[in-house]
């Protein structure tokens, strides 16, 4: 196939976002003799494929039309696609080379202008399709105080993490809390034997490791939770999860782990495997004050660790202002956990995330805004150097 000589049209997805009827007519005439269906062809435009690319892969082709927007702004929406891996073939009005010239540059396989027909862009011929970069967010869920609502935090972000909805990335849940930790139990599984294996003896962990010892919740997550039995002890186990943290981003984008802050403070080692710490704490004065204590000793010596205090409202205790909170925290508050009892019975009684029960609820809305927090809080790295684009026109 002359559009992709390398790759079976069963593997290639190609997406549309057009914004007028030429470029609708054009995708259509694409997707008769490439393959495809109207499902692929969406409204928005270059901007409106922008909007709904955040990090992860819209497609491995991208059709896009400039449409009214300037080329300055179109150049910009190229750079964020075409970052996710994508291959970005534009359409525009524009007919000037400085145009074609300034699209091939933000990153466009191609650009053609209007009219064009699906011969020219079925011509194309994109190198092999590469990976997209991989992003690793490692995440920990900690609560200041017991029932705050930490492990029910760590579960849903897990899951908003993995749904196609949400990030779309490979990703592990960790229950830390080896003596009374409730993941699996809340979503009505089998304990993962396989933890404390992976903890005795953490050189082991590979891919066909977690495939046969991690539980799949759901696609794309996978989850280790088990608690120790009568006359076990929980922390020569602990040990291990210093050892199991490091190789987890050779098989994950994304790992949360559900941290007790009693595990924490005995092993302060921990918190250098983490991008960010989400601290939930009530709106009580036992709750700010613990979290104000952690947080001093975390940031004393873990300074590169992005700790995110977040105001849990699943109890009321002494009902503090949001103002007070973060005057005593001297840092602001990076979201707030609302109430929702009713959502929360039924998502128990399920054996389901809260953000599957409720996906619009105020819940879920924090899950996703927490997730945004957590992005931006990360350790900058550098940009790995972009590959030459090997570009063919007008083959």
Not at 40 to 47: D, I, P, V
Not at 90 to 97: E, F, H, M, P
Request: charged share 20%.
């Amino acid at each position: 196939m002359p559009f992709d000589s390398t790759t079976s049209k069963d593997l290639t997805t190609v997406q549309a976002y057009v914004c007028s009827d030429a470029g609708a007519a054009v995708a259509r005439a694409v997707f008769e003799r490439y393959g495809g269906t109207a499902s692929a062809l969406h409204g928005g435009g270059l901007s409106g494929a922008t909007r709904l690319s955040t990090g992860a892969r819209l497609a491995d082709i991208v059709l896009a039309e400039i449409g009214s927007i300037p080329v300055e702004m179109a150049c910009e929406c190229v750079a964020e696609i075409s970052a996710s891996g994508a291959h970005v073939i534009v359409l525009g009005d524009q007919a000037d080379i400085a145009t074609y010239r300034a699209m091939l540059k933000a990153g466009a396989t191609d650009y053609f202008s209007f009219p064009v027909t699906p011969e020219d862009i079925l011509a194309v011929r994109p190198k092999a399709l590469v990976a997209a970069p991989v992003k690793l967010l490692s995440l920990a869920v900690m609560g200041s105080n017991g029932g705050v609502g930490a492990s029910l935090l760590a579960q849903n972000l897990a899951f908003h993490a993995a749904a196609a909805k949400g990030a779309g990335l490979r990703t592990a849940l960790i229950d830390a809390d080896l003596q009374f930790g409730s993941q699996a139990i809340d979503m009505d599984r089998d304990e993962t034997a396989g933890l404390f294996d992976a903890l005795m003896a953490p050189e082991r962990i590979d891919e066909t490791f977690i495939g046969a010892t991690m539980d799949p919740l759901a696609d794309r997550l996978l989850m280790y939770s088990q608690q120790v039995r009568m006359g076990q002890d929980a922390l020569p186990y602990e040990g291990g999860l210093s050892g199991i943290l490091p190789p987890l981003p050779t098989a994950f984008e994304a790992v949360i782990t559900d941290l007790p802050r009693e595990t924490l403070m005995r092993r302060e080692d921990l918190a250098g495997h983490f991008d960010a710490l989400l601290l939930v704490m009530p709106a009580g004065f036992s709750g700010v004050s613990a979290a104000t204590r952690l947080m001093e000793r975390l940031s004393a010596r873990n300074p590169d660790l992005a700790i995110q205090p977040v105001l849990s409202e699943l109890h009321a205790d002494a009902g503090l202002s949001r103002k007070d909170i973060e005057r005593t925290l001297g840092h602001a508050l990076a979201g707030t956990l609302p109430r929702c009892d009713a959502p929360i019975v039924r998502a128990q009684r399920a054996a389901k995330p809260l953000v599957a029960v409720q996906p619009r609820g105020g819940y879920a809305k924090a899950v996703k805004a927490l997730w945004s927090a957590a992005q931006v809080a990360r350790p900058a790295t550098p940009n790995a150097a972009k590959p030459p684009v090997k570009r063919r026109f007008f083959g």
